[in-house]
């Protein structure tokens, strides 16, 4: 069955090793016949949560900000699959991204949660100069227990520091099977 899968790319470069690792994965994706929209957050205009308690999940737009997560909340609260994307930034994941996950929470408060639960599974691409994912991976995983989605799996990408690096890279093909066959 075919699944609408949403990528938030929190790398800044457009064509970076994390950006590559998004393309291999959409590929596979797409010809399994998924649908896939990606948001590439570092050309977006998202702001920090404010910590107001102020958003309503069942809203079309939850937030009480009014930004580029505008575009955001539709497209993950009709997804099957969340993509997180990510270079590793001081052990975790960049502030594009963790900034947008912050947002996400305004699909838990209100009316009803709209985030947790609901049958929703998640990926983790990741790549980094040097190797030290684990911190990254553990919040990624704390993050699916607390959401109750289903990790589909991890493609981690490491010794990969200038553009281009990744290229011939075995994760590549990881990223594109594992797109390939959810």
């Known amino acids: 069955m075919a699944k609408r899968i949403v990528i938030l790319n929190g790398s800044p470069r457009r064509k970076g090793n994390t950006s590559m690792l998004v393309k291999a994965f959409t590929e596979g994706a797409e010809s399994a016949g998924h649908t896939v929209t990606e948001f590439f957050l570092g050309g977006m205009d998202v702001h920090g949560c404010k910590g107001c308690f102020g958003g ?3 809203k079309e737009c ?3 900000q009014r930004d580029d997560m505008d575009k955001i909340y539709p497209a993950v609260k009709a997804s099957d699959v969340v993509v997180l994307a990510s270079p590793l930034y001081y052990w975790t994941m960049s502030g ?3 900034t947008a996950l912050d947002r996400l929470f305004a ?13 929703r599974a998640a990926v983790l691409l990741m790549a980094a100069e040097g190797y030290g994912f684990e911190d990254a991976a553990l919040y990624y995983d704390h993050l699916m227990e607390h959401l109750r989605w289903k990790n589909l799996g991890k493609v981690l990408c490491g010794g ?16 594109r099977e594992l797109g390939r066959s959810l």
């Open 56 to 58: 309503h999940s069942s």
């Open 107 to 119: 699909l838990e408060e209100g009316d009803g949660n709209l985030l947790r639960g609901n049958g």
């Open 96 to 98: 594009q991204l963790r």
């Open 160 to 175: 990969v520091m200038d553009v281009g690096d990744i290229e011939g890279r075995k994760e590549l093909d990881a990223a």
């Open 62 to 64: 939850p937030c009480v």
